[in-house]
T-cell receptor, first 115, second 115 residues
Framework: DAGVTQSPTHLIKTRGQQVTLRCSPKSGHDTVSWYQQALGQGPQFIFQYYEEEERQRGNFPDRFSGHQFPNYSSELNVNALLLGDSALYLC??????????????FGPGTRLLVL | AQSVSQHNHHVILSEAASLELGCNYSYGGTVNLFWYVQYPGQHLQLLLKYFSGDPLVKGIKGFEAEFIKSKFSFNLRKPSVQWSDTAEYFCAVNAKNTGFQKLVFGTGTRLLVSP
């Protein structure tokens, strides 16, 4: 049973560029959440996707956008990259997007460095 | 808004010492509570969780945590740590009955266990 997978593992971009990160949820899961983990900090919630719609959003600008596909996989897009966007981006999946009693399982993350 | 405080940022212990990591949250409603662990080079893994019922919950690898509602606390404990427990530990909270699974994390506690 595959867990949450993310690609790529590492990425280097320059300021102003755009980046797309990908996530495949754990088998049987229908909800994907994205988190940003800056160095020395805990993960911060970016947004959550369920039934191909953004269900909830954290305190992140519109430069951060996402998408969920019919197979429940998801993409995170960041436009106009800033140096401060350098972080580990984590994807988490869970089942039953309408519930709050389920556990989120995390992927290994994509480490983004913006120069 | 919810917030989570982890007061110990770095903890150094010798093997066989007892461990207690503090976690306090700020939220007026009912919550689900989690401890996640991040071993060096690995992804976030669930250590234990509290949804309801017995406030003393047991997790993997001999860890346990106690939910004290009156103190808004969910401290993590282990009676005897091992070198392999060296990792970063994150406390997280999710507001109950919102229909969403947005996790709010603390800043983490980095534990170093010396052999």
């Amino acid at each position: 049973d595959a867990g949450v997978t993310q690609s790529p593992t590492h990425l280097i971009k320059t300021r102003g560029q755009q980046v797309t990160l990908r996530c495949s949820p754990k088998s049987g899961h229908d909800t994907v959440s994205w988190y940003q983990q800056a160095l020395g900090q805990g993960p911060q919630f970016i947004f959550q996707y369920y039934e191909e719609e953004e269900r909830q959003r954290g305190n992140f600008p519109d430069r951060f956008s996402g998408h969920q596909f019919p197979n429940y996989s998801s993409e995170l897009n960041v436009n106009a990259l800033l140096l401060g966007d350098s972080a580990l981006y984590l994807c988490a999946s869970s089942f039953r997007g309408l519930g709050d009693g389920e556990t989120q399982y995390f992927g290994p993350g994509t480490r983004l460095l913006v120069l | 808004a919810q917030s989570v405080s982890q007061h110990n940022h770095h903890v150094i212990l010798s093997e066989a010492a007892s461990l207690e990591l503090g976690c306090n949250y700020s939220y007026g409603g009912t919550v689900n509570l989690f401890w996640y662990v991040q071993y060096p080079g690995q992804h976030l893994q669930l250590l234990l969780k509290y949804f309801s019922g017995d406030p003393l919950v047991k997790g993997i690898k001999g860890f346990e945590a106690e939910f004290i509602k009156s103190k808004f606390s969910f401290n993590l404990r282990k009676p005897s740590v091992q070198w392999s427990d060296t990792a970063e530990y994150f406390c997280a909270v999710n507001a109950k009955n919102t229909g969403f699974q947005k996790l709010v994390f603390g800043t983490g506690t980095r534990l170093l266990v010396s052999p």
